[in-house]
């Protein structure tokens, strides 16, 4: 059975408080892990939650806003005291690389382990990352400056042999890869068997987007549909709508109307101003349009397992 889970580091905008953090969240999926957004005080997140800095090897950088970035080098410089060795991929906006390096050039600093940068594309979706299990795509938002949202997916594991089936056919070991991709078998007679008949497809594969910071994007389906878990900012509630449109960002009923357009199973809002001290209103404002939607918030666990799907919700307490 595959795996999601998404553990919530930072989930405020623009100010740190005490006990909210700007954007940060790691998502392991099908054992690859992924850091996206690396606000303020990201790595003392990451301790917090006891996730091993060694597992960190993609970093994704939505956009050039302080409290998206400005952990991401005191994090690297940990990193590099840690005596890593291994190279570390990050995905940017062009002008971060420029950043890093004349940041560690001025004061003098070095990083002794390689850094693979690869830039966004702020036009089209793009395919960032792919192996074996998983693929990562970025797809351009609507912000003040040149953002991106990614979506993640599992890749789709081969059909499932149904029980018994080999037995009562007598089919070779040899052959059960082909057929787990598809192929019929012909058995001792010469018969040919339906490959329906020997096996189930697999469960559909794992997916989540991050949706941060934007206006709402009309097209936002032609990137993705149907996502396990859809990730979008909503900072502000439909009484600050205005504010919303200026600053381009969203209000929490515009991003539960991302979800419907989108198709998404299960809705996460985040990103939220702090000017709501009660972020209750933020849930009743999105849940009116889209009803499975959860507000995420520091320390918040989030799991999808492929065989019921349903989101298990845990949260930890932030010191
Ligand atoms: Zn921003």
Redesign the pocket.
Known sequence: MSHLKLIILGAS?AIPLSHRYPSAQFLSLANRHFLIDCGEGTQIRLRQENIGFGRIDHILV??L?G??FFGLIPLLSTLHLLDRRKPIKIYGPKALKELINSHLSLSNARIGFPIEFIPLDFERKQLIFEDSGVKVHSFPLN???P?CGFLFEEKSSPRKMKKGKIAEYGIPFSEIPSIKNGAAWADQFGKLIDNHELTDPPPPPLSYAYC??TKPVNHLDRYFKGVDLLYHEATFTEEHRERASQ???STAAQAAGMAKLTESKHLLLG?FSTRYPKLSDLKEEAAAIFKNCDLVKEGMRIEVFSGDRLPKISLAEVR
């Open positions: 905008s939505s956009h806003h409290d998206h912000h003040s400056v953002c941060t910071d600053t381009q960002h990103h």
